[in-house]
């Protein structure tokens, strides 16, 4: 398998103007780890940035940069999105095409929109999937935990079994034990 790591919509302005979701610290954390081990192992490392015409999001805004927090390399890729599944009008799948990529290691915010709907069009279009499943987060809602849904969305995906390729949860410290 080739893989390659998909860290989804960790963006400024997703994060200044209330309380950082569920376990954000410990996320942000694995994810570094995660991606140091992807580029140790060459596998391409590519960040999605949510984007809208005006806002917080716009293009090219402080709110549409990454947060500071992440780790990044000249070598990594980046993805402009406009909907909740990073491969609509995106040239994502070209580019993990490009790389003869087959399996997708997928982190970042928020679990129950643009994570989960990238895992759903990731399967179907054809590629194994491995949710890190301690290094993806929410916010609390108003019928569920942040914690609650992440469990829950590792669980429900995770069971899916239709797409015809796997989707699996793995814990991030068994990711970069992975060669």
Known sequence: MN???LIID???????ESENPFDFENVIER??????????NKWPVIFIQHEQEKGLLQHGSEG?????????ESSDFYIRKTTPNSFVKTNLSEL????NI???IICGYATEFCVDSTIRGGAALGYSIQIASDAHTTRDKKHASAKFIRK???ETLSNITSFGVP?????????????
């Open 3 to 5: 893989p390659a790591v």
């Open 10 to 16: 960790l963006q400024v302005g997703l994060f200044e």
């Open 31 to 40: 994810i570094n780890k995660i991606t140091f081990h992807a580029r140790e």
């Open 64 to 72: 549409w940069a990454l947060i500071p927090e992440l780790q990044t």
């Open 96 to 99: 993990l095409n490009q790389h």
């Open 102 to 104: 087959d399996n997708l």
């Open 152 to 154: 829950h969305h590792n």
């Open 167 to 179: 989707i699996k949860t793995i814990k991030s410290e068994e990711i970069i034990n992975i060669d």
